[in-house]
């Protein structure tokens, strides 16, 4: 993707837009001093540009039951493109991965899994051992959150 250049007045409306998605185009312009339309046109330019991808509801793991934040470091087996799609499918297909890395180093994958319990965890294990033949899987389990945030650091970048 082309790196874009954003100003002071884009920056602005996306720390308003990362802190709450819903705010609406003229809640928006209010908080950054603009106009509704020109808010609206930086809005949609910045969408087009592909600066916001999406907008999403950021749910409580906890409220849902899923308290247990775990880890999972994979060493591969083998590196070849078919062998990759496999893993990608597999892993792609497992709605308690929430994230999924490709690393350097020691590890070739990270996964960070929400779960609701140890049994809950098991089962995903199971499910990722079964369908891809692996080196290693060592999982480590989180006892605390200290910092969760979505929000990405903004600074103006001109062109």
Not at 39 to 50: D, F, N, T, V
Not at 133 to 140: E, H, I, K, N, Y
Request: charged content about 25%; hydrophobic content about 45%.
């Amino acid at each position: 993707m082309t790196r874009v250049s954003l100003d002071d007045a884009d920056v602005r409306i996306l720390g308003f837009l990362q802190e709450d998605a819903t705010l609406s185009v003229a809640a928006v312009a209010a908080k950054a001093n603009m106009s509704q339309n020109a808010c609206w046109r930086r809005i949609k330019r910045l969408e087009e540009s592909g600066v916001i991808s999406r907008r999403v509801t950021i749910l409580d793991a906890s409220a849902l039951g899923l308290d247990l934040t775990v880890f999972v470091s994979l060493r591969a087996s083998e590196h070849s493109e078919a062998w990759l799609e496999m893993l990608n499918s597999a892993i792609r297909d497992i709605p308690e991965v929430v994230e999924f890395y490709r690393m350097t180093g020691d590890v070739d994958y990270l996964l960070k899994l929400r779960v609701e319990n140890m049994a809950a965890y098991d089962a995903v294990y199971r499910r990722i051992i079964r369908s891809i033949r692996l080196t290693d899987v060592s999982s480590a389990f989180s006892m605390e959150e200290i910092k969760f945030t979505t929000a990405l650091p903004l600074t103006a970048r001109p062109s």
